[in-house]
């Protein structure tokens, strides 16, 4: 298709430049200069002496200064020249006297002081006022930005040449997503064929996800598909502590956007500026209302004919203003959500295009071996392996690379120099083989794939890795209670063995605590308290929905969820300590063989304990990956 003209943006014209001023002052300082004679300064006394001796010449008294000339001895030391002189004047009653005496002309003057007056009284105190004022501005708009320009937004113009275009082709792992992005391509290519049938675009289109699925991405992708400018800029580039600021940018955006069309406005994190108004607490009339006032005004002003198409991300849908997203606005919502098995895999193969891979890489076992990553995590895996390679000197990357660097990604780099004595590594050992004699045994558990004690990251020790093999969205009551035994089984060894337990299960009960509660509250899966939920999230954005609950039951329930949730954690620890009790001998073989060899991967794990699962774990949205840390 054939690039469309685009029009030439008007240059941003300077209206008032701080350094005219001053320029001007300047010269008309040294103008003054010139213009000024060059006077002798001399004493009082002195002035007295030539009067004294007949050599002033003339005077001119004002109440400031007396000026005037004298004679004095020439400079090649025969004869006499005239010279100027200046001396403080002095209330002398007597000088009239003696300059008439001596027939000395004399007159009065009132000294013109404006100039000296406005340089050291307004000019110089304004000027550094405006100095300071242009650093400060200079440095809140960002290097190079011009002074005074508020008002202009931060957007980007991203290059339209070939080498730099995003396309379709460059995103993976989102089809429906794409599926739904091809009318905004069509249309931006060619609206005459919406438009003859009375047909309307949508104004604007809202990518949710969570961070790092492609939501930035894919919005480029959809500018380079139709072939059109694309500008970008972040929803906290609008707030500024000046009051209109950020509505002026919002303006300035769209007037840009204007000039420019067909292009597409891409508004990043659009939860800093589209919050739900009336949240603040000076009565809801602070700066970001405004600035989401102002965007709304300006989403109602154009029209989709104009070929101008907003899109915005997100990844906090539930805290934007209702206003954003009724029709007329942002009409479509697109979710980007994270990718199955098979888009991993087709994200891996993108990524993959500039690595050298050796011969025995199958990017889908690797995509099976990174449930619930997202694309960002995806891409961070395939340069996490390049690195290794290159630290380790081969030629190519190999599996091993792509192994070590999901384990970097999941539980953080290796700590070498975290060196455990041989308690605390006996204790890590049994620690973590609980978990995967546990995850082994247990039928709706995700089979085990790798179980270390290699401290990683900031604080593990160790840890055991669960991978489902299968897609699955929903999570059923006895995968729940399977993976609350598992996260137990730790703990449960060390009581065991030891006969008393350390701070390592310390995230485990975090993550237990949380489960169990959201099985009762949350999923109403408990018999006592009956399918209902508990809890409703208050719907107060400016104190945040993870901080605020309002509570709509009675002491009465709360008392009963709590033995609820207790129970349940109870049972599946006595569920575990049990399982441990009739498997002893095969969790002291797995404990030994761990800590000696200090890593060991799932057919390992299965081999040792001679277990055969009924049934192959299943990849849920609800829990993902099972990582059981001891820290």
């Known amino acids: 298709m054939a690039k469309k003209p685009q029009k030439k943006l008007k240059p941003n014209k300077t209206t008032f430049s701080i350094g005219y001023l001053f320029l001007f002052l300047l010269v008309m300082y040294a103008l003054q200069m010139m ?3 060059r006077a002798e300064e001399v004493t009082y006394t002195q002035f007295k002496e030539y009067l004294k001796n007949g050599d002033i010449v003339d005077v001119t008294v004002s109440p400031d200064l007396i000026r005037g000339h004298y004679r004095k001895p020439a400079a090649e030391g025969v004869g006499v020249e005239e010279g100027a002189f200046a001396t403080v004047s002095v209330q002398d009653t007597k000088l009239v006297e003696e300059l008439e005496a001596r027939h000395i002309s004399f007159k009065g003057e009132t000294e013109n002081t404006f100039l000296k007056t406005f340089l050291m009284w307004w000019f110089f105190p304004l000027a550094m006022m405006a100095v300071g004022w242009f650093f400060i501005f200079r440095r809140m708009g960002g290097v190079g930005a011009p002074f005074m320009s508020f008002g202009k937004a931060k957007i980007k113009l991203y290059a339209e040449s070939d080498s730099e275009k995003v396309t379709f082709a460059d995103v993976a792992g989102c089809d429906e997503a794409k ?5 905004v391509i069509d249309f931006l290519s060619s609206p005459e064929r919406f438009q003859k049938l009375g047909g309307k675009i949508p104004k604007g289109v809202l990518l949710i996800g969570l961070p790092g699925t492609g939501k930035t991405l894919l919005a480029k992708a959809v500018a380079g598909e139709a072939d059109v400018p694309f500008f970008s800029i972040s929803g906290s580039d609008f707030v500024e502590m000046f009051v209109g600021m950020g509505a002026a940018r919002v303006r300035d955006m769209f007037e840009q956007a204007k000039e420019r069309a067909p292009c597409i406005v891409f508004i990043d994190e659009i939860d800093s500026v589209g919050r739900q108004r009336g949240t603040g607490l000076g009565g809801g009339h602070d700066e970001r209302e405004q600035t989401l006032n102002q965007l709304l005004a300006e989403m109602d ?3 989709s004919k104009k070929g101008v198409i907003i899109m915005a991300a997100t990844n906090r849908p539930d805290v934007l203003d209702v206003a954003l997203l009724r029709p007329g606005r942002f009409d479509r919502q697109i979710t980007v959500d ?4 098979l888009g991993r895999e087709a994200i891996l193969n993108v990524h993959k295009r500039n690595v050298k891979l050796a011969p025995d890489v199958d990017m889908k076992v690797v995509a099976k071996r990174t449930p619930g990553f997202s694309g960002a995590d995806l891409a961070n895996v395939v340069n996490e392996a390049a690195l290794l390679a290159a630290r380790r000197n081969k030629e190519a990357v190999e599996m091993p690379e792509f192994e070590d660097a999901i384990d970097r990604v999941i539980a953080g780099p290796e700590r070498k120099s975290r060196v455990m004595n041989e308690e605390e590594k006996r204790t890590v050992a049994y620690h973590e083989s609980g978990h995967a004699l546990i995850a082994a045994f247990l039928p709706h558990a995700d089979p085990v794939h790798k179980v270390s004690i290699i401290p ?7 840890y055991t890795l669960q ?13 729940i209670m399977d993976t609350l035994c598992v996260l137990l089984g730790g703990r449960a060894a060390e009581s065991m063995v030891f006969g008393e337990v350390s701070t390592g299960a310390h995230n485990d009960l975090e993550k237990v605590t949380r489960l169990a509660r959201d099985y009762v509250c949350r999923f109403g899966m408990s018999n006592k308290l009956g399918p209902q939920t508990f809890g409703r999230q208050s719907g107060n954005i400016f104190l945040g929905h993870d901080l605020v609950q309002e509570k709509e039951y009675s002491e009465k329930t709360a008392i009963m969820i709590d033995e609820e949730v207790s129970r349940i954690i109870r049972e599946g620890y006595d569920r575990a300590y049990k399982l441990l009790s009739d498997n002893k001998d095969k969790l002291e073989l797995l404990a030994r063989k761990l800590e000696e060899r200090e890593l060991l991967d799932g057919e390992e794990v299965v081999e040792l304990l001679g277990v055969k699962k009924g049934k192959k774990g299943r990849e849920k949205e609800a829990v993902g990956i099972t990582l059981s840390e001891n820290k």
């Open 35 to 37: 213009v000024s004679p």
């Open 179 to 183: 599926e739904e992005l091809k009318e």
């Open 301 to 303: 002003g154009f029209s």
């Open 338 to 341: 994270r990718p199955d098995l």
């Open 456 to 462: 990683r990251g900031a604080a593990a020790l160790g």
């Open 467 to 479: 991978l489902p093999t299968e897609d699955r969205y929903l999570t059923t009551e006895s995968e």
